[in-house]
């Protein structure tokens, strides 16, 4: 498989109607999420022979969110590929099992030759800051300890095995590039260089906006203060809405969110918990993919209350 053309790849990632010949991509980055994917998305982007959807996160895979629009919707996407060698989209709702269960087998059945990328991230400061985004964008209330400890969603998406397992099951290894976030925050241009070789497209092609980071975290997030947030959305509000005067609306927004600074740090209770949990999942991905990515080993000190040493399985 590795020989094949880029042509020849491209033409089995075409699907065929009864109407008409559709452009489908090949090629999906699939996450992680926080995983650095928007800034990958945007250097992708960059490349004179390759295409990427307008957007981020269509997400047409994962059956709870585009799926129900169909194929033309999807091909629309990719309707000014042109002559693109690459083709692809970024969608990291591809690698949140068991929240959207079956992408992989969706996918195989309908694009089996297509390539995946795979960033990953130390999977204790993904999740952190997943949090945080959800803090700023999802209404998260609880504290971090609290939503770590209770919200598997945080947790399941660090465990990268668990993610790549399904896709493993209908997939070869040589179809993924699988890198850290850690790599390519830190030397870009050697990452976008292998990935670019992974696509079959120009290796030294330098995007202007290589090592540029985009949505990246940053040092204050707006939290959404309980009680109003909840009536705001509540089906009540929703009743006497017609009924407030703007002007209590207005104040009622102003007030409904206060910003918070981002809690330095992981509380020590968190990383007792995860830390077992993301050692495990670790070892399997590294026994799957057959290699190691050092870079994560040891958990940063920056991240800790006290150092815990890593355990290695004898």
């Not at 490349?47 to 269509?58: G, N, R």
Request: proline share 7%.
């Amino acid at each position: 498989m590795a020989n094949r053309s880029v042509s020849e790849m491209i033409a089995t990632n075409t699907l065929s109607s009864s109407k008409n010949t559709m452009v489908m991509p090949n090629f999906l980055v699939i996450g992680a999420m926080k995983s650095g994917t928007t800034s990958l998305w945007k250097y992708l982007a960059a490349h004179p022979s390759v295409f990427m959807t307008d957007f981020k996160e269509p997400g047409f895979f994962a059956k709870e969110h585009t799926w129900e629009r169909g194929w033309g919707w999807y091909q629309g996407l990719f309707a000014g590929a042109g002559g693109a060698v690459a083709i692809g989209e970024a969608s990291t709702h591809y690698t949140k099992t068991p929240l959207h269960e079956g992408v992989a087998a969706r996918i195989a059945e309908h694009l089996p030759n297509v390539r995946f990328i795979y960033v990953m991230r130390e999977p204790l400061s993904r999740a952190v800051s997943h949090y945080w985004h959800s803090v700023h964008y999802n209404d998260e209330t609880r504290s971090m300890a609290r939503a770590l400890r209770r919200h598997s969603h945080y947790v399941d998406v660090s465990c990268y095995a668990m993610q790549l397992e399904p896709y493993f099951q209908h997939f070869p290894r040589e179809q993924f590039f699988l890198t850290t976030f850690e790599k390519l925050k830190s030397d870009p241009q050697t990452v976008m260089r292998a990935c670019y070789r992974f696509l079959r497209i120009d290796p030294e092609v330098v995007p202007q906006n290589l090592g540029e980071a985009y949505n990246s975290g940053q040092p204050t997030v707006r939290r959404a203060r309980g009680v109003l947030h909840a009536v705001r959305y509540s089906p009540i509000w929703t009743r006497i809405a017609p009924w407030v005067p703007q002007r209590l609306k207005d104040c009622a927004k102003r007030h409904e969110y206060t910003e918070a600074r981002r809690e330095p740090g992981i509380p020590q209770q968190v990383v007792e918990h995860l830390y077992p949990i993301f050692q495990e999942q670790n070892e399997r991905l590294f026994e799957r993919i057959g290699e190691r990515f050092t870079e994560w080993e040891p958990v940063s000190d920056a991240h800790l209350s006290k150092p815990i040493k890593p355990q290695v399985r004898p």
